[in-house]
């Protein structure tokens, strides 16, 4: 589902092929590494100081010593460029799938602005802050289904609760409005949001 949604996006904000395809296969294959790990609810993973960067760590290791050698040795450098994984300022290995990069001359970087200005195929880009807003989309979307469908717990409210609030505070990327897409959803199923 995120990589449907992210699919969507690159098409609203005109992305190259590239791009298209580089947001694509990164929102595809972006929980890969929990099929080693188990996914760790945000609360949990998020809420313990610390405990993210330890499990970003053992992500790393897990991807090299499991994954990778099993990716063709010509597409290793592109698949780890996808799952989010890079060397920092101190030639450290790093992984964030969620943020914004090019790869461009065998050098990744990381770019807090708009993609926009590297909207070109030599540019390699990866729109990671919109294919985090898809994942909480696609949260958003699974969670209302599940609602509406009389399947819901105290959690499933809080979460899609807590996912509007986020998209109240920053509805849209790149001109796409992620919070009008969570109102129309609510409004489809005929939900009500708990204040």
């Not at 050098?107 to 708009?114: F, T, W």
């Amino acid at each position: 589902m995120v990589a449907i949604l992210s699919y969507f996006y690159s098409l609203s904000v005109n992305a190259c092929e590239k791009r298209v395809q580089n947001n694509f296969y990164c929102a595809l294959f972006h929980d890969l590494p929990e099929s080693l790990t188990r996914d760790i609810i945000s609360p949990v993973k998020y809420g313990i100081d610390g405990l993210h960067s330890l499990i970003s760590e053992y992500e790393i290791k897990l991807i090299n010593d499991k994954i990778l050698p099993l990716v063709p040795s010509d597409f290793k450098a592109e698949f780890s460029y996808l799952l989010g994984i890079r060397k920092d300022e101190n030639n450290l290995f790093v992984k964030d799938e969620f943020e914004n990069r090019t790869f461009k001359d065998g050098v990744i970087r990381s770019c807090s602005a708009s993609l926009k200005s590297f909207n070109e195929n030599d540019f390699n880009a990866i729109d990671g802050k919109a294919l985090k807003a898809c994942d909480k989309m696609a949260a958003f979307m699974e969670a209302a289904l599940s609602i509406s469908h009389g399947l819901t717990s105290n959690e499933l409210k809080k979460g899609l609760n807590e996912i509007y609030k986020h998209f109240k505070e920053k509805p849209s990327i790149d001109g796409v409005n992620f919070l009008k897409l969570c109102e129309e959803i609510l409004s489809y199923f005929k939900l009500k949001l708990e204040s």
